[in-house]
T-cell receptor, first 115, second 109 residues
Framework: DAGITQSPRHKVTETGTPVTLRCHQT?????MYWYRQDPGHGLRLIHY???????DKGEVSDGYSVSRSKTEDFLLTLESATSSQTSVYFC??????????????FGPGTRLTVL | SQKIEQNSEALNIQEGKTATLTCNYT??????LQWYRQDPGRGPVFLLL?????KEKRKERLKVTFDTTLKQSLFHITASQPADSATYLC????????FGAGTILRVKS
């Protein structure tokens, strides 16, 4: 998985609790992304980062926040988890944002269940 | 609004045949289009990228076409094998890379 790890791989939590997912890369890629994948919706971008401390919102950012204090780490936080946030979360990295080098490399995913 | 459509129904084919998957889009003018493969329980894996000025791209048994007039990309796997069974996602580069929901391919021996 191109030097990308995600932790935890599985998590069950209760509604209203905070949850933080971690993505760690060893490729030194500038761009990092958080997606969620749900049946029938495909991959939807939550937030992305274009450098340390530089982040921006994606298509489905409500209820999520991110932080990137180091090149290699990108954290996704659910401030107060809801059942609608039950999903599989993927982290991805890329060398560039656009153009012929922007293929993305994905981590193994985190399966989150909010009860 | 921008929309990417991939067949929601699984494609079932016999080993050795050519599998053809379709990606249609509306309200996009992507400069690039990418195809990914995803196995159950794993993250997507990049396969091929094709530029808007390229009609066709090949890699081993894979071939991708990109018709900007029809707003369609076709993804072909020739001499398909059971190991090709997976979900295949297309992704279009607009402001960001946007993914389709994917098509499941099942190759039966």
């Amino acid at each position: 998985d191109a030097g990308i790890t995600q932790s935890p791989r599985h998590k069950v939590t209760e509604t209203g609790t905070p949850v933080t997912l971690r993505c760690h890369q060893t490729e030194n890629h500038r761009y990092m992304y958080w997606y969620r994948q749900d049946p029938g919706h495909g991959l939807r971008l939550i937030h992305y980062s274009y450098g340390v401390k530089d982040t921006d919102k994606g298509e489905v950012s409500d209820g999520y926040s991110v932080s990137r204090s180091k090149t290699e780490d990108f954290l996704l936080t659910l401030e107060s988890a809801t059942s609608s946030q039950t999903s599989v979360y993927f982290c991805a990295i890329s060398e560039s944002e656009t153009g012929s080098n922007n293929e993305q490399f994905f981590g193994p995913g985190t399966r989150l269940t909010v009860l | 609004s921008q929309k990417i459509e991939q067949n929601s129904e699984a494609l079932n084919i016999q080993e050795g045949k050519t599998a053809t998957l379709t990606c249609n889009y509306t309200n996009y003018s992507p400069a690039y289009l990418q195809w990914y493969r995803q196995d159950p329980g794993r993250g997507p894996v990049f396969l091929l990228l094709i530029r808007e000025n390229e009609k066709e791209k090949r890699k081993e048994r894979l071939k991708v076409t990109f018709d900007t007039t029809l707003k369609q990309s076709l993804f072909h796997i020739t001499a398909s094998q059971p190991a090709d069974s997976a979900t295949y996602l297309c992704a279009l580069e607009g402001n960001k890379l946007v993914f389709g929901a994917g098509t499941i391919l099942r190759v039966k021996s």
